[in-house]
C-alpha cells in the first residue's frame, strides 16, 4: 500500500487517482487545513497531521505500507517569509516526523515533493539539476533542507528516496473531476481566470521591467496529470532498485506573464483587467526547468506542453467550481 500525505490538496489528489488508476491501494493523509475531503479518490483516507506522532503511529501500524508519497506542507512563498517558524515546523519538522515513522516501521521508499524554489535565482537557464541551490525565500530553504535531511538518511539510515522539483504546476484533470483550489489562492492562471470570472477585480503584474523579451517574469508550467506520471514513474523506479535522486519535473518552455494572461484571454474569450505593479521581492526573471534527466532516467515526458491546453483544463475546472 501506498501512504500519500498531503493527498486531499491539488496535485497530491491528481496523484492519487493516477496510482488508483493503476491498481494501487492507497491511503491518504491529510489535516484537510487545505485539501478536500471530496478530492481524495482512494478508498482510505485518514485525517491527521504530520506534527501529531500518535496519528502517523497509527496510520503505519494500521496499514501495510511499502512506500510514501510526500505532499503535505504550507506552500506559499509570501506567506514563508513572514511565518517562517511555522514554515520550517510544518514542512521540515513535519518530514522528520514522517521519517522517524518510516524509519521504525521498516518504510524504506519515500517520493518527496520539492520545488524549483531550491535553485532561487539562477545563473544558467534552462536549470539543471545539479545548478547551486541558493533559495530566495523561506520556502524554498524548508525545501532544500529537507532534501539535505534526505540525503543524510539515504546515506545513514537506508532510505531510498526521489526529490521531484516541481516547476509551476498547473491545469486540471481532462474531465474535470479535480482541480486546483488554494486558499488563498497565489497562482498565476487561477488569479487570471478568476478575473475573467468576475471573482476578481483585475490581475496584478509584479513587475514590468525584468531583462526578459516583454519585462515580465517567465514560469515553466507543468501540467498536474504529468505531475501524476512522474510520481507514478518514480514509485517504479525505487521498487525496481533505484536509490533515487533529484529531479526538475517541467515542460523545459517557458511563458511570460503577459503571454499567460493573453493566452487566458484566448482560451476564454473574456476581457481581463490587467494592473502593472511593481517587482515583488525574491522574484526571479525566469525559471525553466532542464527535466532531460527525468526523461532519461524516469522515463518521464511530460504529454500537455500546450499552454492553451492547460489553460483549457483549469478554465473547464473553474468555470465548475469556482476559483482564485
Ligand atoms: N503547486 C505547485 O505549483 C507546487 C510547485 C512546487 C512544489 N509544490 C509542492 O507540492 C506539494 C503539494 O502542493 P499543492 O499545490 O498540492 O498544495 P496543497 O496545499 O493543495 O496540498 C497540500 C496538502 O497538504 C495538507 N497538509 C498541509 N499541512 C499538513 C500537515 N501538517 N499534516 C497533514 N496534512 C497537511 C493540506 O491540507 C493539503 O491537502 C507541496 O509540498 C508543495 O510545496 C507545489
Redesign the pocket.
Same mark, same amino acid.
Given at each position: 500500500m501506498i501512504l500519500v500525505?498531503?493527498? %486531499?490538496?491539488?496535485?497530491?489528489s491528481h496523484c492519487v487517482r493516477e496510482l488508483v488508476r493503476e491498481g494501487r491501494d492507497v491511503v491518504v493523509?491529510? #489535516?484537510?487545513?487545505?485539501?478536500r475531503r471530496d478530492a481524495v479518490l482512494a478508498q482510505r483516507f485518514v485525517e491527521?497531521?504530520?506534527?501529531d506522532s500518535t496519528a502517523l503511529e497509527r496510520v503505519f501500524a494500521e496499514h501495510d505500507i511499502e512506500a510514501v508519497l510526500h505532499? %503535505?506542507?504550507?506552500?506559499c512563498v509570501g506567506e514563508s517569509m513572514v511565518q517562517p517558524e511555522r514554515y520550517y515546523e510544518? #514542512?521540515v519538522g513535519?518530514t522528520i516526523n514522517l521519517l522517524r515513522q518510516m524509519r521504525s516501521s521498516g518504510v524504506r521508499q519515500l517520493v518527496f515533493?520539492?520545488? %524549483? *524554489?531550491v535553485y532561487g535565482d539562477p545563473r544558467q537557464v534552462p536549470i539543471p539539476e545539479d545548478h547551486g541551490k541558493n533559495p530566495t525565500s523561506v520556502?524554498g530553504r524548508t525545501?532544500w533542507i529537507v532534501e539535505e535531511i534526505l540525503a543524510d538518511c539515504a546515506r545513514g539510515s537506508g532510505l531510498r528516496y526521489v526529490a521531484l522539483?516541481?516547476? #509551476? *504546476? *498547473?491545469g486540471a484533470a481532462s474531465d474535470g473531476r479535480l482541480g486546483?483550489t488554494?486558499r488563498p489562492e497565489t497562482?498565476l492562471i487561477p488569479l487570471v481566470l478568476a478575473a475573467a470570472m468576475d471573482a476578481r477585480r483585475e490581475v496584478r503584474v509584479f513587475g514590468t521591467d525584468y531583462d526578459t523579451p516583454d519585462g515580465t517574469c517567465i514560469r515553466d508550467y507543468v501540467h498536474v496529470d504529468d505531475l501524476s506520471r512522474a510520481h507514478a514513474a518514480a514509485l517504479r523506479a525505487l521498487a525496481a532498485g533505484s536509490s533515487g535522486g533529484a529531479y526538475n519535473l517541467g515542460s523545459m518552455q517557458g511563458f511570460s506573464v503577459r503571454e499567460v494572461i493573453e493566452t487566458c484571454r484566448r482560451v476564454t474569450g473574456r476581457a481581463i483587467r490587467v494592473v502593472d505593479g511593481p517587482r515583488r521581492p525574491g522574484d526571479p526573471p525566469s525559471l525553466v526547468a532542464d527535466s532531460r534527466l527525468a526523461r532519461r532516467e524516469l522515463d518521464w515526458v511530460p504529454e500537455i506542453t500546450s499552454l492553451d491546453e492547460i489553460v483549457r483544463t483549469a478554465w473547464a475546472w473553474a468555470q465548475a467550481h469556482g476559483v482564485g
Amino acid at each position: 500500500m501506498i501512504l500519500v500525505t498531503g493527498g %486531499a490538496g491539488y496535485v497530491g489528489s491528481h496523484c492519487v487517482r493516477e496510482l488508483v488508476r493503476e491498481g494501487r491501494d492507497v491511503v491518504v493523509f491529510d #489535516n484537510l487545513s487545505q485539501g478536500r475531503r471530496d478530492a481524495v479518490l482512494a478508498q482510505r483516507f485518514v485525517e491527521g497531521d504530520l506534527l501529531d506522532s500518535t496519528a502517523l503511529e497509527r496510520v503505519f501500524a494500521e496499514h501495510d505500507i511499502e512506500a510514501v508519497l510526500h505532499f %503535505a506542507g504550507l506552500i506559499c512563498v509570501g506567506e514563508s517569509m513572514v511565518q517562517p517558524e511555522r514554515y520550517y515546523e510544518q #514542512n521540515v519538522g513535519g518530514t522528520i516526523n514522517l521519517l522517524r515513522q518510516m524509519r521504525s516501521s521498516g518504510v524504506r521508499q519515500l517520493v518527496f515533493s520539492s520545488s %524549483a *524554489a531550491v535553485y532561487g535565482d539562477p545563473r544558467q537557464v534552462p536549470i539543471p539539476e545539479d545548478h547551486g541551490k541558493n533559495p530566495t525565500s523561506v520556502y524554498g530553504r524548508t525545501k532544500w533542507i529537507v532534501e539535505e535531511i534526505l540525503a543524510d538518511c539515504a546515506r545513514g539510515s537506508g532510505l531510498r528516496y526521489v526529490a521531484l522539483r516541481y516547476f #509551476n *504546476a *498547473a491545469g486540471a484533470a481532462s474531465d474535470g473531476r479535480l482541480g486546483e483550489t488554494h486558499r488563498p489562492e497565489t497562482h498565476l492562471i487561477p488569479l487570471v481566470l478568476a478575473a475573467a470570472m468576475d471573482a476578481r477585480r483585475e490581475v496584478r503584474v509584479f513587475g514590468t521591467d525584468y531583462d526578459t523579451p516583454d519585462g515580465t517574469c517567465i514560469r515553466d508550467y507543468v501540467h498536474v496529470d504529468d505531475l501524476s506520471r512522474a510520481h507514478a514513474a518514480a514509485l517504479r523506479a525505487l521498487a525496481a532498485g533505484s536509490s533515487g535522486g533529484a529531479y526538475n519535473l517541467g515542460s523545459m518552455q517557458g511563458f511570460s506573464v503577459r503571454e499567460v494572461i493573453e493566452t487566458c484571454r484566448r482560451v476564454t474569450g473574456r476581457a481581463i483587467r490587467v494592473v502593472d505593479g511593481p517587482r515583488r521581492p525574491g522574484d526571479p526573471p525566469s525559471l525553466v526547468a532542464d527535466s532531460r534527466l527525468a526523461r532519461r532516467e524516469l522515463d518521464w515526458v511530460p504529454e500537455i506542453t500546450s499552454l492553451d491546453e492547460i489553460v483549457r483544463t483549469a478554465w473547464a475546472w473553474a468555470q465548475a467550481h469556482g476559483v482564485g
